[in-house]
């Protein structure tokens, strides 16, 4: 079998390992799931059809083709030469002048085209495994993603998923994460939360409470990102409610952020606020505290007020503040301003209140 230069054949070459190198670099780069999937499926799939090819091609291109005439010694071909002439081999300068020292079958030769379908279908795999060993280092299938594309792009899907977590956490315990970088993570667990709260669902960081709150990353993160995670996180908006609860007696329960059952602090933000004053149609009204009575969910308080009448307006106005790394409450309390000495000063602290109106 003879190989030789094409220029044509060289170009189309080239444009096809180009092109085709150049999309799966941008898939290793943008899509790692998928080139992923591609590398395996050639590896597996693609070597046992090469071998398949490799056979069906060989079966069909297989057939006696005439050459000849040629040496009877050595089987190199006699070109222009017959029995009628007096001539000699021009490899083995054996004289031919007999038929006998003539052949006209082609030689036996060895099956290249399969043997190199049969070394494709080997080789393949061993080059997906290390393909897969090189471009994803311990499993890590995100790892040849830049941190900017693995946030905008990645995070954004998943941020309830554990793989993209686990690769910026190995990224934050590298180093490899700034200041920058921390802003849009929080940013895009925002967008999350509030999507979530749109949809109605429950919030919890299972899988991103390691990163946020581990000491390093949340130092990075600027106070403005952290204010918008907790204000999306926790929907501080302040709700009144007002129920009967014995004759001539009415509880009033103040409701800070979202009613949901088992609100944990899973962002090393800790929202708190305070009662500061309630009224009855815009006079001051005297509460009485029922110990032990919180509601099932948090940032629920409970007080009561005796002598109201029905269609009598009750408002209620709250200080809220939000502590950077107080994780040791869960959920919403009613911490007054007392208990807060200790504490640093707040990312943030405004003025809510809220109406309700009594009901017959």
């Known amino acids: 079998m003879r190989f030789g230069f094409s220029l044509k054949g060289f170009l189309i070459a080239t444009l096809v390992v180009g092109c085709g190198g150049g999309m799966m670099l941008r898939l290793l780069r943008h899509d790692p799931r998928t080139f992923q999937s591609i590398v395996m499926a050639v590896s597996t799939a693609g070597a046992l059809l090469v071998l398949l090819a490799g056979a069906l091609w060989s079966a069909v291109r297989k057939r006696s083709r005439w050459e000849g005439p040629r040496c009877a010694a050595c089987t190199e071909p006699l070109r222009d030469a017959t029995p009628a002439d007096a001539v000699a081999c021009t490899a083995c300068r054996q004289p031919i002048t007999r ?144 129920r009967q609860s014995r004759p001539d007696h009415h509880h009033i329960e103040i409701v800070v952020g979202r009613k949901t059952p088992g609100m944990t602090n899973d962002i090393g933000v800790q929202p708190t606020w305070d009662l500061v004053r309630l009224r009855v149609d815009g006079k001051p009204a005297t509460t009485t505290p029922i110990p032990g009575q919180w509601t099932t969910h948090p940032g629920g308080y409970v007080v009561e007020v005796a002598g109201l009448k029905p269609g009598q307006v009750i408002e209620a106005e709250v200080e809220i503040a939000l502590f950077r790394g107080v994780t040791d409450l869960i959920g919403f309390q009613a911490a007054p301003q007392s208990a807060r000495d200790g504490w640093a000063k707040p990312l943030k602290s405004w003025s809510a209140d809220a109406k309700a109106t009594v009901k017959p």
């Open 99 to 242: 038929l006998d020292q003539l052949r006209f079958d082609a030689p036996p030769k060895r099956d290249r085209r399969l043997l190199a379908c049969l070394a494709a279908a080997v080789l393949l795999p061993i080059v997906g495994g290390v393909t897969n060993a090189v471009c994803f280092p311990r499993g890590r299938i995100y790892a040849p993603m830049t941190t900017k594309v693995l946030i905008d792009q990645e995070l954004a899907k998943n941020v309830d998923t554990p793989w993209v977590w686990r690769e910026l956490q190995e990224r934050s315990a590298k180093g490899d994460l700034d200041e920058e970088d921390a802003d849009a993570v929080v940013r895009k667990v925002a967008d999350w939360a509030r999507s979530q709260n749109a949809l109605g669902q429950g919030i919890h960081l299972a899988w991103g409470r390691g990163l946020i709150t581990d000491p390093g990353f949340h130092a990075k993160v600027s106070e403005a990102a952290l204010v918008e995670l907790a204000e999306a996180f926790f929907e501080l908006t302040v709700k009144v409610s007002v």
